[in-house]
């Protein structure tokens, strides 16, 4: 790789991290030898993502371990992660029932309206989330309260990007 390149692609990294392994980094990029372009897009391409990755949950020191109070180590227990799984799947069965059958009028069963499986099982996912979620905020709060305002606030969007479309729609 240029040697342009590869300190380009270190600076990407956060500081921290560019003293502790930056110039070895360097050195590493540049000997990578051979592969064509292909592999130099590939290897560019897997920098910037371990970049960010390293932005998001940084590595502290020289050690390899996470932090486990860093929003990247927080986001990856599962009553921080199920909410959101939740409400994504509630919004793609959603989105999927209005893509294959419209917005179109309710169902009629022994004359009483009635809305739908795919309503029934939105109405479960969103209402079952909420004690995953005041769970969440009781036991991490306390411990780390700024990456976990975070991951609230990753819930909360995806909460209301399920609610979005029934709100929008008029479902």
């Known amino acids: 790789m240029k040697p342009g390149l590869a300190r380009l692609l270190t600076r990407l990294y956060p500081r921290g991290w560019r003293e502790r392994y930056g110039e070895e980094f360097v050195a590493l ?6 592969g064509g372009l ?3 897009v590939r290897a560019a391409v897997n920098v910037v993502w371990s970049a960010l990755g390293e932005r998001i949950s940084p590595t502290p020191g020289g050690k390899m371990s996470r932090d486990p109070l860093s929003f990247g180590a927080i986001v990856r227990h599962p009553s921080a992660y199920v ?10 069965l959603l989105l999927g029932h209005i893509a294959l059958f419209g917005t179109g009028p309710e169902v ?9 499986a795919v309503a029934h099982l939105w109405q479960l996912l969103m209402a079952a989330q909420l004690p995953v ?4 905020a009781i036991r991490w709060l306390p411990r780390a309260p700024r990456p976990t305002l975070g991951v609230l606030a990753l ?6 990007a399920a609610m979005a479309p029934v709100f929008l729609l008029g479902l």
């Open 29 to 34: 990029l540049e000997d990578e030898a051979g």
């Open 83 to 92: 909410p959101i799984a939740m409400s994504v799947t509630a919004l793609a």
């Open 108 to 116: 009629v069963i022994n004359g009483r309206p009635d809305e739908g």
């Open 133 to 136: 979620l005041a769970w969440f």
């Open 38 to 40: 292909l592999a130099e």
């Open 155 to 160: 819930q909360a969007g995806a909460v209301l």
